[in-house]
């Protein structure tokens, strides 16, 4: 257990000074490649903080992805050989008759992604057909 | 050799034995290409000129060579496109003219500067893209083993497996793809890359199109589409044409100058497709192990979101 200050905020700390302290100080055509640091510590520090979305909810919806697909889970895989299954069971049209619930279940999934990595992304949506 | 000496050659080559290269500069490129900046000067002549290459470790001859003809082809035909000179000896870049402009989408999205310019982009770029799309893919790009939309299709579903990593969204975007295929088309000259970061552009309106490295055989609806990418459009989100107009805009003016009638269903076809493509790039950019490239494997999602919505 280590002490205060928590990974996400000493990468807060690092993206702001970045970003703040040491881009304005840099000549124009060398910001760029600190502005790319700066937004990877910041997106580190959003996966790191408490609001972070977990992996056990990508799981669940890995496992109900397979149970409507007829391919059940079994219990022992991690979330990312769950994705590989959906994965394949999406490619072999398994999911073709369940468009809406598969949909949705993968919205969530993105969500979760977004959070981190761009949020209020998922403010907008393209309009649908 | 140096760059400096191995362009002063070439430069002979092209310009005679009096000619010489001054002020060799790197520019900034982009992600994918290294761009240098020169003149050349023969007799009372100066030419502004750039070289595009591949970075180290990625050279590509056979797509410079492919991307050569294209501009090529393109500059024949009126296209605006930077003259293109020669392809360098060890076949990894293409000299050609050094354009001026402003091809930063920040800055013509918001500077006063350009507000005429964003006035008539809409319309030139349809233009401009009627006038690639009525150009047959030169010999020397690779011939398309399907008809466009399915071999699309298979490469991005080839990509994806490459990398070994599961992204179920794309994969719910390439099955609604394989279930909504447009009908065959012969493939045209298409420019691949076809966004606001890719004009050059100067208060009058359009200058140039750039970046043809992803020049390809294909359907010229994907260029439309690809032009209304949401991750190119700056925060314009409401505007989808080059972050500026309307899919209804971009499509009349197409169509007024030349271009086939593109269904708002084929251009959704080219978006979801456009999106699935954008996301299998972030994907596979992020095996270049720098910080930009790892940098992008994180933005897979923002296609993924807005593919979703696409096919819902």
């Keep these: 257990m280590q002490d205060r200050p928590d990974a996400h905020e000493l990468l807060d700390a690092l993206a702001g000074w970045l970003a703040g302290e040491l881009a304005p100080r840099l000549p124009r055509e060398e910001r760029f490649g600190v502005r790319v640091a700066a937004n990877v510590a910041t997106i580190v520090g959003r996966e790191l903080g408490p609001d972070a979305p977990g992996e056990p909810a990508e799981r669940e919806r890995m496992e109900r992805l397979l149970a409507l697909a007829g391919q059940p889970a079994g219990g022992d895989d991690d979330a990312r050989a769950l994705q590989r299954r959906v994965a394949d069971a999406i490619r072999a049209g398994r999911l073709d008759g369940h468009w809406a619930e598969a949909l949705a279940l993968l919205r969530e999934s993105v969500r979760d992604k977004l959070a981190v990595a761009r949020p209020g992304y998922d403010s907008f949506e393209e309009p649908a057909g | ?312």
Excluded at chain 2, 21 to 34: N, T, Y
Excluded at chain 2, 97 to 105: F, K, S
């Design chain 2, 1 to 312: 050799m140096t760059l400096d000496e191995a362009l002063s050659a070439q430069a002979r080559a092209h310009f005679g034995a009096g000619a010489r290269v001054e002020a060799l500069v790197p520019l900034a490129g982009g992600a994918s290409r290294e761009l240098y900046g020169f003149d050349v000067v023969a007799g009372a002549e100066r030419h502004a000129m750039v070289l595009r290459r591949d970075p180290p470790g990625l050279e590509e001859p056979e797509g410079r060579r492919g991307e050569l003809a294209a501009l090529r082809a393109a500059h024949a035909h009126a296209v605006p496109v930077a003259t293109p000179h020669w392809l360098s000896d060890d076949g990894t870049g293409i000299v050609m003219q050094r354009l001026e402009g402003e091809a930063i989408p920040r800055r013509l999205l918001r500077d006063e500067r350009y507000a005429t310019a964003r006035g008539r982009l809409v319309d030139e770029v349809a233009r401009a893209a009627a006038a690639v799309h009525a150009l047959a893919p030169p010999a020397e790009l690779p011939a398309p083993a399907d008809a466009p939309a399915p071999a699309a299709i298979a490469a991005l579903e080839a990509q994806l497996d490459e990398t070994g990593e599961p992204h179920p969204a794309l994969e719910l975007g390439l099955r609604w793809l394989r279930a909504h295929l447009p009908a065959a088309r012969e493939p045209v000259l298409v420019h691949g890359d076809l966004r606001l970061g890719n004009l050059m552009v100067d208060e009058g309106g359009l200058v140039a199109l750039l970046d043809w490295e992803l020049c390809h055989a294909g359907d010229g609806a994907e260029d439309l589409a690809w032009a209304c990418l949401r991750s190119w459009r700056f925060g314009n989100d409401e505007r989808p044409a080059l972050g500026l107009g309307t899919r209804e805009q971009l499509l009349d003016a197409y169509a007024q100058a030349g271009g086939r009638r593109v269904t708002p269903g084929e251009l959704r076809f080219w978006e979801v497709l456009g999106n699935v493509r954008w996301g299998v790039i972030c994907v596979v950019q992020a095996r270049r192990r720098t910080l930009e490239h790892l940098a992008i494997g994180r933005r897979a999602c923002e296609p993924e979101w807005d593919l979703l919505g696409l096919v819902a």
